[in-house]
């Protein structure tokens, strides 16, 4: 069946469901009726409600812990990607086959560590509420840039670029600043979660992508057992480097990553008045960003030796394909606050 044919009839089927649910939340807004807890430190309004149990202390060493395991991964990400040797190049291959080194995405990954360890020491000081909003939404940004990236081919190329994502970060945060709890924090949420939904889905599409592509066992780069001269030949650009293989596989990395980070974001939207709950998204930043960097870590340190080469095939990025991802997502955040809704109602 025609690609573009089954396209068409997604992006129909989704938008069929988005407007039932949205016909259906229609009386949400006046059902919601939510207590807003005051930080510790400062005492002014944060956004979430009193939670019976809450332990601050669990919660602010989790933060610091993921703080520095987010500033570790970000400084070795830059380490990693300062100075690359053609011979531990992966490219980004897009649907005209251009190619496209990855370590502008890496260093991405390592200014979204690094931006977001710095929102997390703002928590660690504010909470989460209008205050923390003004580096917040810049964790939110860097999302929205990598997103670009990918749609780029691997690289940002447009001059416009910029001034789209200045426009994203004022529209996100002057909303947040200027609507009332809850809609402030409800605005703030769920144009997160679907930011989060994006990443997830086009990584998880680059992943089946680059396997449908190239296999597992095609992109063999070096065989470390080798004595051929093939393995001499690059000894001395790899710098005492540890020499590996890249599977596509290690593209799950990603897919784990932002997997984690949604399942954390939703969990404790759905469980709204649970300090577990809010722990465990809190948790979440320890398991996905040091995810994030060990795929910086194998992008830059296995060797591709001529003619093998380093692929890594980024989804189709058709007007189509981009109109049903953002469908889906929006979808996706509208069913978890609607799932939200009926179960603060429940219980």
């Known amino acids: 069946m025609n690609r573009k044919f089954v396209t068409i009839i997604a992006i129909i089927t989704v938008s069929v469901l988005f407007l039932i649910l949205l016909i259906s939340s229609g009386g949400d807004a006046g059902r919601i009726h939510i207590p807003q807890d005051n930080g510790t430190h400062t005492g002014l309004p944060v956004w979430h409600p009193p939670m019976e149990g809450f332990d601050y202390q669990k919660v602010q060493a989790t933060i610091i812990f993921s703080a520095i395991m987010m500033t570790i991964g970000a400084h070795l990400s830059f380490k990693w990607t300062s100075k690359v040797s053609k011979e531990f190049i992966t490219y980004f291959v897009d649907g005209e086959a251009n190619r496209t080194p990855t370590i502008e995405f890496d260093r991405l990954l390592g200014w979204y560590s690094a931006i977001t360890s710095i929102t997390g020491i ?23 840039t990598i997103l670009y990236t990918l749609h780029q ?3 940002i190329k447009s001059t416009t670029i910029p001034a789209w994502i200045l426009s994203y970060i004022m529209l996100a945060a002057s909303l947040s600043f200027f609507l009332d709890w809850p ?12 930011i989060d939904y994006v990443l997830f889905i086009q990584f998880t599409r680059m992943y089946f992508d680059t396997h449908k592509g190239f296999g597992d066992e095609t ?3 070096v065989d470390v057992e080798s004595t051929s001269r093939d393995h001499s030949s690059v000894e001395s650009d790899i710098n005492d480097k540890p020499v590996g293989y890249f599977r596509p596989r290690y593209i799950l990395l990603l897919v ?18 649970s300090s577990h709950a ?5 948790f979440s930043y320890c398991i996905t960003f040091p995810l994030y960097t060990y795929f910086v870590y194998l992008d830059t340190h296995t060797v591709s030796i001529s003619p093998a080469q380093k692929h890594i095939v980024l989804p189709d990025s058709s ?3 981009v109109i049903f991802v953002i469908l889906l997502a929006l979808f996706l955040s509208a069913l ?12």
């Open 122 to 144: 703002v928590n660690f000081m504010v909470d989460v509420g209008k205050l923390w909003v003004t580096v917040g939404v810049l964790h939110n940004a860097v999302e929205v």
């Open 336 to 347: 978890t606050g609607k799932i939200s809704v009926i179960y603060q109602g429940f219980h």
């Open 183 to 194: 809609f402030d924090a409800l605005w703030f949420k769920m144009q997160g979660l679907v």
């Open 278 to 282: 809010y722990l465990l998204f809190v």
């Open 319 to 321: 007007k189509l394909s």
């Open 219 to 221: 992109q063999r780069l």
């Open 153 to 155: 081919g691997g690289k």
């Open 256 to 273: 784990f990553a932002s997997f984690f980070h949604i399942f954390g974001n939703v969990y404790v939207t759905i469980l709204l008045y």
